[in-house]
């Protein structure tokens, strides 16, 4: 899984060849809080990167700039080589660009099929075969805000994957989740990429679940790139053993 | 062979749910529109018959832009003044007939929606207040001498060369359809379901792919359609009229509060809500106004604190509970 070497960058990652997500040089600002310095990172078609770095490193800022609910103040996102920077989150949805919350956001008036009736279709598979591969085959015609925190990110994922995404953005999914749940997820992560070739960037704290999920990581750190490479290597480096640990 | 008739099965019975789905939808259109029709055999008060039907189809609009988008619109009744106005500008100065001159009421108050399209940016109470604001910029405007050749300004419209009690309720029966059928179909839509799904949460609606602005934008011009077309065919029943009278926010907040005492994102809830109270306001409103604003104030209040989704809500409410109980989820 972790077939790559370590390539611990100094301060960023240099663009990845043929990569279908680019984030070239982008930095973001919140007044005079620099939230995203200079960060740079490519993932290829059916890659899974891992995005970790303790919290307020900007792993979220990360994914909402590539999701488009923040423009980036400098720098660019590019997707199959196309400046998507900014673009309205609909029209990411529509290209290909999907994501989840950290806290998931159904509508809860509606059931869970009528969660993806509402989306735009631009997949192969059915609102049926998404639910049944998500785990929520049997609990269709609930209404979402009756489901369980489980089932919601459940349903979170499904609503992202109805739009048929290219890139999916897995932001803090396995949060709150039990072991078995947590594999199961990982198991659907991995089957997307195997059998629909998906891209994904996943931001996630636990380690156990990014090493059956990514293959590889970025680690992010007050807003730039300290590491980028495989995880064991990751979790072996001296930067990154000092922004986990201190010393 | 087990499977095959379970699937049979199944399909039957989507099939029943779809057709009993069908006839309530009809129902709710027919039902509502042939008792208007048929009201005037019991009430000849034809101008009360149509101030209420302008109501239930204010609180319709309002149905439309607060129940599915979530947008508390106090500005509500520019869109009423702009249909009367329209109308009376249609009949005054381009000779237009009072079926004619209705609709043009209803283009007028869509043509001030799409001018009003930015509002749309604001949420919350600053969208309540930036919208009743247009609503008073719309009223001095049209009240201006400066404009006394178009609307006549403070001086009032005179429609009484085409009057017509027996028209204009007929006109109103038929305006009172509309809405229904308008709101029937918005909710049976996937441009409903988008709208319920960008009330919830916009973000995410806007992550599932729908156009926000677009869809909120839609339900805007629909909401004003209805509003101008309720200002023409009351500016048509009363055939004389001020901009005080066209203008009045009293207007609003009787359309806002009828459709949430009715329930909001309803079909019938606006209907019942609409007739219930204006029949309340006419038989005490006016010879013992305190009561009734006392009657109101409560009614406020209890739609507050314990029914945000009207009386429709507690219906639907143990309707499911009801559901559930024998199984059906749903």
Known sequence: ?247 | MPERDADASGQRATRARQWRRRGADLAAVLVPTVLFALARTVDSNLLLLVTIMVYVVLAQGVNVIYGFTGYLPFGYVGFFGAGAYGTYIAVAHLGANAVEATVLGGVAAVLVAVVLIPLLRLRGAYFAIASLAAALALSSLVSNPALTSVTNGPYGADLSKVFSAGGSYWMAVVIVAVAMLAVVVLRRSRLGLQLRAVRADQVSAGYAGVNVVAARTGAWLLSALLAGLAGGVYAWSISVFYPTAVFDTTISLFAIVFALFGGVGTVLGPVVGAVVLYYVYNAIGVSDPQYFQLIFGVVIVIIALFLPGGLAAVLVGARRRLALRGGDVR
């Open chain 1, 1 to 247: 899984m972790f077939a790559e070497s370590a390539s611990a960058a100094p301060s960023n990652e240099a663009p990845r060849a043929n990569a279908l997500l680019e984030v070239e040089g982008v930095t973001k600002l919140f007044g005079p809080l620099r939230a995203l310095d200079d960060v740079s990172l490519g993932v290829k078609q059916g890659e899974v990167l891992g995005l970790v770095g303790p919290n307020g490193s900007g792993k979220t800022t990360v994914i909402n700039v590539i999701s488009g609910l923040l423009a980036p103040t400098s720098g660019r996102v590019l997707l199959d080589g196309h400046d998507v920077s900014g673009k309205a989150p609909f029209r990411l949805a529509r290209r290909g660009i999907n994501r989840t919350f950290q806290i998931p956001k159904p509508f809860p008036a509606l059931t869970a099929r009528e969660n993806l009736e509402v989306a735009h279709h631009g997949g192969t598979l059915s609102d049926g075969e998404i639910l049944e591969l998500v785990g929520l085959g049997g609990r269709a015609e609930r209404l979402a805000g009756e489901l369980t925190a489980s089932d919601q990110k459940r349903l979170d994922l499904a609503r992202a994957l109805v739009t048929g995404p290219r890139v999916l953005l897995v932001d803090e999914l396995g949060a709150g989740l039990s072991k078995t749940e947590l594999d199961e997820l990982a198991v659907i992560l991995r089957r997307l990429v195997a059998e629909l070739g998906m891209t994904m960037v996943v931001v996630e704290h636990l380690m156990g679940f990014l090493e059956q999920v990514a293959d590889r990581v970025t680690v992010l750190n007050a807003g730039a790139v300290i590491f980028s490479g495989g995880l064991s290597e990751a979790l072996a480096d001296p930067a990154v053993i000092k922004v986990f640990i201190g010393g």
